[in-house]
């Protein structure tokens, strides 16, 4: 049945009863939320499903236009600004996108941002549990994959302090070193300890202690016995 429900501040109602509004799937409220498996959205869309399972999908997107092609998929975007969108002389949105196609390309989601000509993924997660973070294309050997930040530091974490989001510990890959750097910019801030992994150096400006944790000197060994620490040789 169609028709106007009166019992519900005239809602325009669809059902499957011959009362309108006895068994009401779709509404759309005179305010112009529409609900589907419930009578009082609270939003411009609502939906609503009881799963029996616990999980079962709710709303379900599908592209058919190109099959289990490699990129095949479908997506939500997200606008501010119609004058924005696709297809706009400067479009600026953003959606996420599920690619579900076969073949050489693993099933994955994206986080996309458009702004202009300017085209950013920042994050993607993939079928096999591989994140990748700057990179659509992480690496399968581990879970996590950060993209060069710029061609001096590589992949970049920040380690911040505090609420004020202060920067205070940089890990990068240089290179072919691996760095951790102290101060607010990885630039400029201080190496406090880095590895080559070509010819195995290590550089550490600091002092270490063994036994003591206020070392006087590059390697400070100490032991409250008056024992030996350590032997150095050739």
Wanted: net charge negative.
């Amino acid at each position: 049945t169609i028709g106007t429900d009166t019992s519900n501040s005239n809602a325009f109602t669809i059902g499957n009863s011959s009362s309108v509004g006895a068994a009401p799937k779709v509404v759309i409220e005179t305010g112009g939320n529409v609900g589907i498996g419930t009578t009082g959205p609270n939003n411009i869309l609502e939906l609503y499903k009881t799963v029996d399972s616990g999980i079962g999908p709710i709303l379900q997107l599908t592209n058919t236009q190109y099959g289990n092609a490699d990129n095949s998929g479908s997506s939500i975007q997200f606008r501010g600004y119609t004058a924005w969108g696709p297809g706009s002389t400067n479009p600026r949105y953003s959606e996420i996108n599920a690619i579900n196609g076969s073949g050489s390309v693993p099933k994955r989601i994206e986080f996309k941002f458009y702004a202009d000509t300017d085209v950013k993924t920042p994050l993607a997660i993939l079928q096999t549990g591989s994140v990748g973070i700057g990179t659509t294309t992480p690496s399968t050997e581990g879970n996590l994959s950060l993209a060069a930040k710029t061609t001096v530091e590589g992949g970049h974490l920040i380690l911040e302090t505090g609420t004020s989001n202060t920067e205070a510990t940089h890990i990068d890959n240089a290179g072919d070193s691996f760095r951790i750097m102290g101060g607010t910019n990885a630039s400029s801030g201080s190496v406090d300890f880095s590895i080559n992994h070509l010819n195995q150096k290590a550089y550490f400006p600091g002092y270490v202690g063994f036994g003591v944790t206020g070392p006087s000197y590059p390697i400070h060994a100490q032991s409250s016995n008056g024992s030996w620490m350590a032997y150095l040789y050739n």
